[in-house]
């Protein structure tokens, strides 16, 4: 596979063991944590972008591919790398959340270092992964990440971490996609009750064009289960407290799963499993079908009994 690299971030390491413009060894994990921090987010992201979606497009992370090349001579740093297959166009042209990430980090770094409220957009539930992200530097040392949009880097030191994990213990507003049994329902003050697969209850908003589908969902508790998309309250431990908007919700009848739109159509699933083979080998596959099977199989053709 033919495959392209472009300019995802620079990640630049200062101070302390770095002033040399070498990188210890021992803080190269951190790279590996940021890159975690990045597909975390982005996976979010995705959902986000696809509300409609069940579930990840199947080997999403596998599209999500970052290398570095080289480390800069005298400056600690290394440029990540996004590696794209170049029948990727999509990909190549275009940014996608693992783009969007890399940029959402450096705002969600930046507004901590500001003492800003943290962007709308940054998934809440993720921002205990900056308690590991950092954890190997020491007090004079810092990283800077500077993606290509941005015309100056974002400095994330240990006083910009210890805001962000202090930003974990409190609750915050998140969106949300839960399936559930309903278990209650009221008109006034409406309100509905939802039951999780881990058998906590959680209240939701009720909107007046969701009413027939709710009822349906609380007499048919037994079978029936309601899917809501929106936001909702989360915890500190990232579990949701309650549903505070709803987008939409989806009755599913004797407890079906909802559709994955996501899912890849089969002859798409023929085409992947196809661009493996060489097209050598493809031109010596029959045509016929079928109709000549014991010549194929067996190198000729059965006498006849």
């Known amino acids: 596979m033919t495959t392209q690299h472009r300019n995802l971030v620079n990640h630049t390491f200062h101070g302390g063991r770095f002033e040399d413009g070498g990188i210890d060894i021992d803080t ?8 975690d921090l990045l597909v975390e987010v982005a996976k979010e992201l995705w959902k986000c972008n696809h509300p409609g979606r069940e579930r990840l497009p199947k080997n999403f992370e596998d599209g999500l591919s970052v290398k570095f090349y080289e480390v800069r001579n005298n400056c600690a740093t290394v ?31 930046e507004a901590a270092g500001n003492d800003q409220p943290i962007p709308e957009r940054f998934p809440k539930g993720l921002l205990r992964l900056f308690d590991d992200y950092g954890k190997s530097l020491h007090d004079d040392e810092w990283i800077e990440q500077r993606p290509p949009k941005k015309e100056s880097g974002v400095r994330y030191d240990a006083s910009v971490r210890e805001r962000l994990t202090k930003w974990v213990e409190a609750s915050y507003e998140d969106f949300v996609d839960v399936t559930g049994e309903v278990t209650m329902a009221r008109v006034t003050k409406p309100r509905m009750a939802i039951q999780l697969e881990d058998g906590r209850e959680i209240e939701a908003a009720v909107r007046p064009q969701d009413e ?31 549903i505070t908007t709803v987008d939409r919700i989806v009755l599913l009848p004797e407890g079906q799963a909802a559709y994955d739109i996501s899912a890849k159509p089969i002859w798409d699933e023929f085409a992947d499993v196809l661009s493996d083979i060489p097209r050598e080998v493809l031109s010596r596959l029959p045509i016929d079908g079928a109709e000549q099977h014991d010549i194929y199989i067996n190198g000729s053709v059965e006498s006849e009994k």
Do not use: C, M, W
Not at 81 to 97: A, G
């Open 28 to 35: 190269l994990p951190e790279l590996l944590r940021y890159k």
């Open 79 to 109: 440029p990540l790398e996004r590696l794209l297959s170049i029948d990727d166009r999509e990909r190549l042209l275009n940014e996608d959340e693992l783009d969007e990430a890399v940029t959402l980090v450096a705002e969600t770094i």
């Open 212 to 242: 027939a589908d709710i009822t349906t969902a609380l007499k048919e508790h037994a079978t029936a289960r309601l899917r809501v998309v929106g936001r909702g309250q989360f915890g500190a431990d990232g579990r949701i407290q309650r």
